[in-house]
C-alpha cells in the first residue's frame, strides 16, 4: 500500500513532518550543509583515488589540498556541534546512546577495513573516531552555543596562526 501525501506536503520546505515515517522535525539548511561536507569528502577522495591509482599528481602537502581537507573537517564538526545543540534544545530525551552506538561501530569498521586492506596506513583514529568522542564530550557543553563556538574558533586560530597544536608525526 502506498502512502499517500497530503497536499500541503512540499518535499523542499523545511521543518516538516514526514507523513510516512514518526514524526520527526528537520532543519533543511542543517541537511543542506551536512549535504555539502559529503559532496567536498566525495571529491577530496576521488581525487585521492585518482592520485593514488597514477591518474594525477599533486601534494598532498600543497595548500590547496591542505586548506580542502580543513575546510570539510570544520564543516563536518561544526555540523556535529549544530545538531547537538539543536537536539539538546528540542527534545526532551535528548541525547541516546543508539546513535554512538552507530558511530563507534562504524568508526571501528573502517579501523578495521583499513588495516586489512593497507596495514602500514591504517585509519586508527579518523573522522568518525573524533566524531564519536566529541559527541560524548559535548553532551554538557551544548547548552552553552556561544562560548562553544568561541572556544572552537579560538581552538582554531591557534592551530593556524600558531604552532601549538602541530603534531608532526600525525
Not at 69 to 88: C, H, N, P, Q
Not at 110 to 129: C, E, K, R, V
Not at 152 to 165: A, D, F, K, N, S
Request: with cysteine; charged share 10%; hydrophobic share 55%.
Amino acid at each position: 500500500m502506498m502512502a499517500e501525501l497530503p497536499p500541503h506536503f512540499l518535499l523542499w520546505t523545511s521543518m516538516q513532518t514526514s507523513p510516512v515515517f514518526d514524526p520527526t522535525k528537520r532543519s533543511a539548511f542543517l541537511d543542506v550543509y551536512r549535504g555539502f561536507a559529503v559532496l567536498l569528502m566525495m571529491i577530496f577522495h576521488f581525487c585521492w583515488d585518482l592520485r593514488n591509482f597514477g591518474f594525477m599528481e599533486f601534494s598532498i602537502y600543497d595548500p590547496f589540498w591542505v586548506y580542502f581537507r580543513s575546510l570539510i573537517l570544520t564543516l563536518f564538526l561544526t555540523a556535529v556541534g549544530w545538531s547537538a545543540y539543536i537536539a539538546y534544545n528540542q527534545f526532551s530525551k535528548p541525547f541516546t546512546w543508539k546513535r554512538d552506538i552507530k558511530l563507534l561501530l562504524s568508526a571501528g569498521a573502517i579501523s578495521l577495513a583499513t588495516y586489512l586492506a593497507m596495514p602500514n596506513q591504517w585509519i586508527y583514529f579518523g573522522i568518525l573516531h573524533f566524531i564519536f568522542v566529541a559527541s560524548i564530550l559535548v553532551r554538557p557543553a551544548a547548552k552553552w552555543p556561544i562560548a562553544c563556538a568561541i572556544l572552537g574558533i579560538t581552538i582554531v586560530m591557534i592551530y593556524h596562526l600558531t604552532q601549538w597544536l602541530h603534531f608532526p608525526n600525525a
